[in-house]
């Protein structure tokens, strides 16, 4: 079962800032957080692994609630580029207590970011 | 950084003919590597797990015989999509963690190959 997004898309004007959130069902291991471009792979942005939060980008981070399976991107004072798709990857814990790595991906969130 | 290719990047094709698309990572090796499925305004869909060396793990409701899959080495793994319908026409992506490296932490995506069956 794949993780939920939420908002399903969101508008803002250059400088604003945006939260999408992404929600499992399932034990997870780590969240991974990625941008999408129409037409293009998706970039990675930010991995949040169980145990702790890491910051990838200066104006973007993520926070990740082992208990409650949700994570958080954060997007502040946000540019004309943070435009696209974002989707959450998650990684289910094994019963080793890591992962094998398979993502399962939400639905998305499309962020338009205008002038 | 670590890459990833994918050979082609586009491919259109008659319905009933077979297709293989290539991955690559370019430098590093990687045991394992995930093969993804995207429709049009749609989420990226695990289609299989390819490993090295041996028969690859497919996800509930993905024919193995539609899309076999071969890790022939290292550093490449391919996707064939074999009797090719329309239906099956989308972006095809694969990813990679580095070999001995922790596969939940850092994955490496290819570029993405469209698929378009006529």
């Known amino acids: 079962q794949q993780p939920v997004q939420s908002p399903q898309a969101v508008i803002l004007r250059e400088g604003e800032d945006a939260v999408i959130n992404c929600s499992s069902s399932k034990a997870l291991y780590s969240v991974h957080w990625y941008r999408q471009k129409h037409g293009e792979a998706p970039v990675f942005l930010m991995i949040l692994l169980k145990g702790g939060e890491q910051k990838g980008h200066e104006k973007i981070s993520a926070s990740f609630n082992e208990k409650k399976q949700q994570s958080s991107l954060y997007l502040t004072a946000s540019q004309l580029s943070y435009s696209g798709t974002y989707f959450c990857?998650?990684?289910?814990?094994?019963?080793?207590?890591?992962?094998?790595?398979?993502?399962?991906f939400g639905q998305g969130t499309i962020l338009t970011v205008h002038p | 950084g670590a890459v990833v290719s994918q050979h082609p990047s586009w491919v259109i094709c008659k319905s009933g003919t077979s297709v293989k698309i290539e991955c690559r990572s370019l430098d590093f090796q990687a045991t394992t590597m995930f093969w993804y499925r995207q429709f049009p305004k749609k989420s990226l869909m695990l289609m299989a797990t390819s490993n090295e060396g041996s028969k690859a793990t497919y996800e509930q409701g993905v024919e193995k015989d539609k899309f076999l899959i071969n890790h022939a080495s290292l550093t490449l793994s391919t996707l064939t999509v074999t009797s090719a319908h329309p239906e099956d026409s989308s972006f095809y992506i694969c990813?990679?963690?580095?070999?001995?490296?922790?596969?939940?932490?850092?994955?490496?995506f290819g570029p993405g190959t469209r698929l378009l069956v006529l």
């Open positions: 990857g998650t990684a289910e814990a094994n019963a080793g207590g890591t992962s094998y790595g398979k993502l399962t």
């Open positions: 990813s990679a963690p580095p070999a001995g490296g922790r596969p939940w932490e850092t994955q490496y």
